[in-house]
């Protein structure tokens, strides 16, 4: 019995079984596909969707987890719009978010093109580089924290060519740019796996055609690599500007957000003040704020990858 | 010089001659150290005396050994139940990535039903709500579940990521259907398709959302600090902060504690090093 109605479809296509028991068998093979999506759906629902329209709503209350919530309007945007903290914090982060991006992608891609030179030994280079992608970021941080120390190694290196002690992590010039470089060094060896796969897979008749021409290796690059890359290129710059517009640990390990404010960013905000100051509902506005942001990048990242499917089917 | 294998004309499009070759390499190696020197670095200091972190003209190696900062370190704090709880919750969300995902990834690749293309861009549109996102919300949820200091509370709200679903999608797009299609004629059930038919071809994939799934929970810092206050569930790196704040911690336990949470992940990589490669497509290079 099973295996008639199981066998069906081929006979459908054949023009011999009725369409009635296709279609039976049709809809059975459809629910399993949402029997396996459900649990994730499920899932979202609880931790993501769920959370995130709360989080809206609670931005609308005054909430300290004592009393019941307060509906307060738009009262926690205007305190934001008006705390210097905030506006500061928010500009740390989109600048921390557009500095990372750039050089993570730049440099995960100059990374895949030096591998992909395929100089002798360069699939052990791609191994080892990956491994700092690998290092748990807190180890990174401490490292990083004592390498950056005022008398910690990298100064050292510095002194013998004349260059005078810099309190990288306490001075409001170098807070920053330090936290995007170690940033980038432990991000970048993913991006350069990315593209690294991506430039395997490109084409050769392309690369024919340019070297007959007698093109050279820059302009190779420049007018058939980067043009066949763009889509991994996009894809990179979005990723990495989700990845770091999350970024937590690294200030606040490394710097604690100071000197001042210079490098407290959004998700620290967020923290303290749900959960130092109990401000739920201040919190969950900057939620949203930094929800918007993300939001701006994925917009993106869909448009593209639609754009993709669209192409492959 | 008269026949050349045509797996070498193959890479020669990007090998370089000459002394752009030698030029080429020497660049690699200088990148590939200045990337690695930090780890050597907290391995080789790891072993130093305490006192000689900040002294001008630190040695590399150590001139005296010192292994001793390894037990010394784990017996400042309870490390050992530190490392037990990162491990217990980090395994839990691999297992259920690598199960839900899976699942997930299957009936998005291969099950056509109404909005089924909507069902996708809702799933991955969750990118962009990270825990850090919705921290405040997922903490009252938890809270109001009860779980706060529990296992089910640290890796409850990562047990899956649209990453994974992603990844898994993407990678048995490929397979073809007719595969599919053959094995339910011989009356396989859709469980028995998934485990024999389709996991045996998307290995790689696997490989690769285990040892990034681990990874990320393993790191995972903002949401152990929200969720957990007792001692008895604190994860690695919230003991590793605490143990830092704590005065007179010389550096080079911190950095021994370091290097005893690296292991594990490089150990994961090892082991599926050679699946990794192929799952992100790198199996080309040689």
Same mark, same amino acid.
């Given at each position: 019995?099973?295996?008639?109605?199981?066998?069906?479809?081929?006979?459908?296509? /054949?023009?011999?079984?009725?369409?009635?028991?296709?279609?039976?068998?049709?809809?059975?093979?459809?629910?399993?596909?949402?029997?396996?999506?459900?649990?994730?759906?499920?899932?979202?629902?609880?931790?993501?969707?769920?959370?995130?329209?709360?989080?809206?709503? $609670?931005?609308?209350?005054?909430? /300290?987890?004592?009393?019941?919530?307060?509906?307060?309007?738009?009262?926690?945007?205007?305190?934001?719009?008006?705390?210097?903290?905030?506006?500061? !914090?928010?500009?740390?982060?989109?600048?921390?978010?557009?500095?990372?991006?750039?050089?993570?992608?730049?440099?995960?891609?100059?990374?895949?093109?030096?591998?992909?030179?395929?100089?002798?030994?360069?699939?052990?280079? *791609?191994?080892?580089?990956?491994?700092?992608?690998?290092?748990?970021?807190?180890?990174?941080?401490?490292?990083?924290?004592?390498?950056?120390?005022?008398?910690?190694?990298?100064?050292?290196?510095?002194?013998?060519?004349?260059?005078?002690?810099?309190?990288?992590?306490?001075?409001?010039?170098?807070?920053?740019?330090?936290?995007?470089?170690?940033?980038?060094?432990?991000?970048?060896?993913?991006?350069?796996?990315?593209?690294?796969?991506?430039?395997?897979?490109?084409? /050769?008749?392309?690369?024919?055609?340019?070297?007959?021409?007698?093109?050279?290796?820059?302009?190779?690059?420049?007018?058939?690599?980067?043009?066949?890359?763009?889509?991994?290129?996009?894809?990179?710059?979005?990723?990495?500007?989700?990845?770091?517009?999350?970024?937590?640990?690294?200030?606040?390990?490394?710097?604690?957000?100071?000197?001042?404010?210079? %490098?407290?960013?959004?998700?620290?905000?967020?923290?303290?003040?749900?959960?130092?100051?109990?401000?739920?509902?201040?919190?969950?506005?900057?939620?949203?704020?930094?929800?918007?942001? *993300?939001?701006?990048?994925?917009?993106?990242?869909?448009?593209?990858?639609?754009?993709?499917?669209?192409?492959?089917? | 010089?008269?026949?050349?294998?045509?797996?070498?004309?193959?890479?020669?499009?990007?090998?370089?001659?000459?002394?752009?070759?030698?030029?080429?390499?020497? +660049?690699?190696?200088?990148?590939?150290?200045?990337?690695?020197?930090?780890? +050597?670095?907290?391995? %080789?200091?790891?072993?130093?005396?305490?006192?000689?972190?900040?002294?001008?003209? %630190?040695?590399?190696?150590?001139?005296?050994?010192?292994?001793?900062?390894?037990?010394?370190?784990?017996?400042?704090?309870?490390?050992?139940?530190?490392?037990?709880?990162?491990?217990?919750?980090?395994?839990?969300?691999?297992?259920?990535?690598?199960?839900?995902?899976?699942?997930?990834?299957?009936?998005?690749?291969?099950?056509?039903?109404?909005?089924?293309?909507?069902?996708?861009?809702?799933?991955?549109?969750?990118?962009?709500?990270?825990?850090?996102?919705?921290?405040?919300?997922?903490?009252?949820?938890?809270?109001?579940?009860?779980?706060?200091?529990?296992?089910?509370?640290?890796?409850?709200? $990562?047990?899956?990521?649209?990453?994974?679903?992603?990844?898994?999608?993407?990678?048995?797009?490929?397979?073809?259907?007719?595969?599919?299609?053959?094995?339910?004629?011989?009356?396989?059930?859709?469980?028995?398709?998934?485990?024999?038919?389709?996991?045996?071809?998307?290995?790689?994939? $696997?490989?690769?959302?285990?040892?990034?799934?681990?990874?990320?929970?393993?790191?995972?810092? +903002?949401?152990?600090?929200?969720?957990?206050?007792?001692?008895?569930?604190?994860?690695?790196?919230?003991?590793?902060?605490?143990?830092?704040?704590?005065?007179?911690?010389?550096?080079?336990?911190?950095?021994?504690?370091?290097?005893?949470? !690296?292991?594990?992940?490089? $150990?994961?990589? +090892?082991?599926?090093?050679?699946?990794?490669?192929?799952?992100?497509?790198?199996?080309?290079?040689?």
């Amino acid at each position: 019995m099973t295996i008639q109605t199981l066998a069906s479809p081929v006979r459908t296509e /054949d023009g011999d079984a009725p369409a009635a028991v296709a279609s039976r068998f049709n809809r059975r093979i459809r629910r399993w596909g949402l029997i396996f999506i459900a649990p994730t759906l499920l899932f979202l629902l609880i931790f993501k969707y769920g959370p995130m329209l709360w989080a809206i709503g $609670l931005s609308f209350t005054s909430y /300290d987890m004592v009393s019941q919530p307060q509906y307060i309007g738009l009262q926690n945007y205007r305190l934001l719009l008006e705390n210097p903290v905030f506006l500061e !914090t928010l500009v740390n982060t989109l600048v921390y978010v557009g500095a990372s991006t750039a050089l993570m992608t730049v440099a995960g891609l100059g990374l895949a093109l030096a591998i992909n030179t395929r100089v002798p030994g360069a699939r052990h280079c *791609m191994t080892a580089i990956f491994l700092t992608n690998l290092m748990p970021i807190i180890a990174v941080c401490l490292v990083c924290r004592l390498l950056l120390h005022p008398y910690g190694l990298v100064n050292q290196m510095l002194a013998p060519l004349g260059i005078e002690r810099i309190d990288w992590l306490t001075n409001e010039a170098t807070a920053m740019p330090a936290i995007v470089f170690v940033t980038v060094w432990r991000f970048a060896p993913y991006f350069m796996v990315v593209f690294l796969a991506a430039l395997l897979a490109l084409p /050769d008749d392309y690369f024919e055609a340019a070297e007959l021409d007698g093109a050279g290796v820059f302009r190779r690059f420049w007018h058939i690599t980067l043009p066949l890359l763009m889509p991994t290129v996009f894809f990179v710059v979005v990723v990495s500007a989700l990845l770091s517009a999350r970024i937590f640990l690294m200030p606040f390990i490394m710097t604690g957000g100071g000197p001042g404010n210079a %490098t407290r960013v959004l998700s620290m905000l967020i923290y303290e003040t749900g959960f130092s100051y109990m401000k739920m509902g201040q919190a969950a506005a900057i939620s949203v704020v930094l929800f918007a942001i *993300m939001l701006v990048f994925t917009t993106f990242q869909m448009r593209l990858f639609m754009r993709r499917e669209q192409v492959y089917s | 010089m008269t026949t050349i294998p045509s797996e070498e004309v193959a890479v020669s499009r990007w090998q370089l001659t000459g002394w752009k070759r030698g030029l080429g390499l020497v +660049l690699l190696l200088a990148f590939t150290i200045a990337f690695i020197i930090p780890i +050597l670095w907290m391995v %080789t200091m790891s072993f130093q005396a305490g006192d000689k972190m900040f002294q001008l003209g %630190t040695e590399w190696i150590p001139s005296v050994w010192h292994p001793e900062n390894y037990p010394n370190a784990l017996s400042r704090a309870a490390f050992a139940g530190y490392f037990l709880n990162s491990g217990v919750v980090s395994l839990v969300v691999m297992a259920g990535n690598l199960i839900f995902c899976t699942l997930a990834g299957y009936g998005l690749a291969k099950f056509r039903f109404p909005g089924d293309s909507i069902v996708l861009l809702l799933i991955l549109s969750t990118l962009m709500l990270p825990l850090e996102v919705t921290l405040v919300p997922t903490f009252l949820i938890i809270y109001n579940f009860g779980w706060m200091n529990t296992y089910m509370g640290l890796a409850g709200p $990562l047990l899956i990521d649209a990453f994974g679903v992603f990844l898994m999608r993407q990678s048995m797009l490929s397979i073809p259907n007719d595969y599919i299609e053959a094995a339910r004629i011989d009356g396989a059930g859709e469980i028995r398709i998934l485990l024999q038919i389709i996991l045996p071809q998307c290995t790689p994939a $696997l490989a690769v959302l285990a040892i990034i799934s681990f990874r990320d929970s393993w790191d995972q810092f +903002l949401w152990p600090l929200t969720v957990v206050s007792s001692d008895a569930y604190r994860t690695f790196p919230l003991g590793l902060v605490q143990f830092g704040e704590d005065y007179g911690n010389p550096p080079s336990e911190q950095l021994a504690i370091a290097v005893l949470a !690296t292991i594990p992940v490089f $150990l994961l990589f +090892l082991v599926f090093q050679r699946s990794i490669n192929r799952g992100f497509g790198l199996s080309g290079l040689k």
